[in-house]
């Protein structure tokens, strides 16, 4: 069974930084697209940022490039986003998702919440 | 980042068969797949639809998904109480090297 779990939510002030983590297992994760997908409060679903099986691919929406970085460990099994400038918009639950090509989004998550306020 | 445009809400009765729009261009819905998602208060996004109109498994027939040009619609029949939901449509997009979400469809079940 795939699972994905994501880790590292917290209250930040703004300007500040949180890395988030999300633990894999149940597939093969080295063959896999990762992505990160956020939803904030009372409003739709934003992609932010995936990443290739290698690492050598990454791709990031607008608004948050140069703050975000994604990475990946395969030998961790194990996905992050480094968030940088935090900023009140940034709030929002964060779920990782798993696919094969660059835009499938097969298998989710739960989320972890980041909620940036001073 | 451009989006995906779906009508903001759907309704239906018990039984009836409701569709969803989600409307694109050349750059996503005209050139890569589409999925769809429901989402519930306070819990994940549950996949319904996913690459060429495929359903994971422990999705009903219930739920089918088409596309034509560069739109494409889900489809529910046998409309269940369970169903009223958000309804999301995403496809990647080649002009932003990234994915594209529709705005999402509450769909009221009456």
């Known amino acids: 069974e795939v699972q994905l779990v994501e880790s590292g939510a917290g209250l930040v002030q703004p300007g500040g930084s949180l890395r988030l983590s999300c633990a894999a297992s149940g597939f093969n994760f080295p063959i896999y697209w990762m992505n990160w997908v956020r939803q904030a409060p009372g409003k739709g679903l934003e992609w932010v940022a995936n990443i290739k099986q290698d690492g050598s691919d990454k791709f990031y929406v607008d608004s948050v490039k140069g703050r975000f970085t994604i990475s990946r460990d395969n030998a961790k099994n194990s996905l992050y986003l480094q968030m940088n400038s935090l900023r009140a918009e940034d709030t929002a639950v964060y779920y990782c998702a798993s696919g094969q090509w660059a835009g499938d989004l097969d298998d989710w998550g739960q989320g972890t919440l980041v909620t940036v306020s001073s | ?110």
């Not at chain 2, 309704?11 to 769809?36: A, D, E, F, K, L």
């Not at chain 2, 999705?59 to 494409?72: E, I, L, N, Q, Y």
């Not at chain 2, 932003?96 to 705005?103: A, L, P, R």
């Open chain 2, 1 to 110: 980042q451009s989006v995906l445009t779906q009508p903001p809400s759907a309704s239906g009765t018990p039984g009836q068969r409701v569709t969803i729009s989600c409307s694109g261009s050349s750059s996503n819905i005209g050139s890569n797949y589409v999925h769809w998602f429901l989402v519930l208060p306070g819990t994940a996004p549950k996949v319904l639809i996913f690459r060429k109109n495929e359903r994971p498994s422990g999705v009903p027939d219930r739920f089918s998904g088409s596309m034509s040009g560069t739109s494409a619609s889900l489809a529910i029949s046998g409309l269940r109480s369970e169903d009223e939901a958000d309804y999301y449509c995403a496809a990647w997009d080649d002009s932003v090297n990234g994915v594209i979400f529709g705005g999402g469809t509450k769909l009221t079940v009456l």
